[in-house]
Structure formats: C-alpha cells, structure tokens
C-alpha cells in the first residue's frame, strides 16, 4: 500500500500550531500584565488609606496631648506651691507639669517673651503684693539685637529706645525717676534727647543683647516699669543683689499615645494702674 504525505499540509499544520501557542502566550501575558496592574492599585489605594488613618490618629493624638498640656498649665497656675503634677485624663491623655519662679541677679523680662512698641514692663523690686524687703543696689537692662538700624520706620530691625520709671521709698511717700535711652543717634541728638547706652549689651539666658544701660542706682526700690519706644524688643535684666519674684513659670508637657505637646508659659503679676507713674511715660514724644 502506498502512502503519500503531503508536506505542505503538514507545514501548514505546524504553522497554525505555532500561531495557536502564540496567541495563547499574548493571552497570558495580557492576564498577568492586568493582574499587576490591578495589583498595584489596590496596593496604592491600600497604603493611602493605612496614610489618611495614620495622619488622621497622629492629628488626633497631637490635639489631645496639646489640651492636656493646657490643661496642665492651668492647673499648675491655681497650685498654691511649685509641686510638680501628673494627671491621667478621661481622653486617655495626660499631663506632666512643672512650676518654677522667675528671679535672681538676671533673668530675661517676662522669660523672654518680646515687649511690643509702647507696651509696658514691670520689673517687681520688691516682694508682690507687700512691697516688703525693697531693692537696694544697681540694675542694668539690655535690650535690642545686632544688625538694627535706626530707619525711623517701626519694623523687625528699628532699633528700639527705653524709658524707665523707678518708684523707690515707701508706699505711703513713693519717690518717682525717669531715665530714657536711646542709641539711635540721629533721634537723641535732634529730637528726643535721650542718653546713649552702653554697647554691646549683657548676654543673659543665652540671649545675646546690643545695648544696655548705665547702672542704675536704687535706693529701696519698690517697682521699675519699662517702656519699648519705636520698635518691639527683648528687655534683659541684670541686679547687684538678687531680685525677688516676677512671676511663675509653668513647663507642661502633655501626652496623647505616641505624641507629646510642650508649653512654657509665664505668669506675672498684675500690672499696677498708669495713674501710679508719670504721664510722661504713656505720652508722645
């Protein structure tokens, strides 16, 4: 019997096998190509949203802990002694908190917190509310930063002038001096007249100061108050002698999980009415 073989068929066969295992390869790679795809995705709105939940908790924790330091300050503040306290609070946050007094030969006014223009600082020589065991010695105040100029223009770099009261003796038969600086020199030569300071100033609490005053000679002195003329500052304070408190000050670090808030507040004592220093001071020069 004879057998005959057609070869074209034969290649055509192996041909459409070829093209078959082709196209299903494609397919797979097709499928796999989707799947990565669609994999990757997920995986992104995934992450997003683990992000958003995370951001959202850490928001969440980070106000909590800052009420709770808050919290922390204004209890501290009604604390009659300088104990310090921890208090778990009801939003499973707590507070830690710190008190200290604000005195000694030299000390930033106010701990550091900047005077406005015209805005008034006291400087307590002798013990609130009592005025017991007055000041008796020499203060000096520093003030201002390198690089001010005097512009004449109230801005972040006009050199700022003092004016100080003391008011010394007693209470009954108070005894009142002024003393003005300024170290711009175009000001106190032509317009305001004020003394020139001392240059460079004192370095306290690790401010670096341009300018400060002559020591100031003080004979049983009650109470200085502080004026910034033409631009804000930072007042420093040097004394003799020790000086007596100036107010407290509160260090109140709150937790919520994982966060912690920290606030530094200070509290003074109350101002004493304007009627009690030279109008002067509050005038325009």
């Not at 175009?186 to 690790?206: A, E, L, M, Q």
């Not at 606030?263 to 002067?280: A, C, D, H, T, W």
């Amino acid at each position: 019997m004879l057998v005959t073989i057609d070869y074209m068929n034969i290649n055509l066969l192996k041909k459409y096998i070829l093209q078959r295992k082709c196209q299903q390869g494609q397919a797979l790679l097709a499928v796999v190509l989707v799947m990565v795809v669609a994999l990757t995705v997920a995986l992104s709105v995934a992450v997003k949203t683990v992000t958003n939940l995370r951001t959202s908790t850490e928001d969440e924790n980070s106000q909590r802990a800052f009420s709770a330091a808050e919290a922390g300050v204004e209890q501290a503040l009604t604390q009659q002694n300088d104990s310090p306290i921890s208090v778990s609070l009801n939003n499973h946050s707590n507070f830690q908190t710190t008190k200290s007094t604000l005195s000694g030969t030299s000390f930033l006014a106010r701990n550091g917190a900047g005077l406005l223009k015209d805005e008034p600082a006291d400087i307590w020589l002798s013990t609130y509310p009592s005025y017991t065991t007055p000041f008796t010695g020499n203060i000096v105040i520093s003030w201002g930063s390198s690089g001010e100029s005097c512009s004449g223009l109230e801005n972040a770099n006009t050199q700022s002038a003092l004016e100080i009261v003391v008011i010394s003796g007693s209470v009954a038969v108070p005894k009142v001096a002024e003393y003005v600086y300024d170290p711009c020199l175009s000001r106190s030569n032509t317009s305001n007249k004020f003394t020139s300071p001392i240059t460079p100033g004192s370095s306290i609490s690790g401010k670096v100061f341009a300018y400060k005053t002559p020591p100031i000679s003080i004979s049983s002195g009650l109470i200085m108050r502080i004026i910034p003329l033409y631009a804000s500052t930072i007042l420093g304070v040097e004394g003799s002698s020790v000086l007596p408190s100036q107010g407290a000050i509160v260090s109140s670090v709150g937790i919520s999980d994982t966060a912690q808030r920290k606030i530094v507040s200070f509290r003074g004592y109350p101002k004493l009415p304007l009627e009690l220093f030279p109008f002067v001071m509050f005038s325009p020069k």
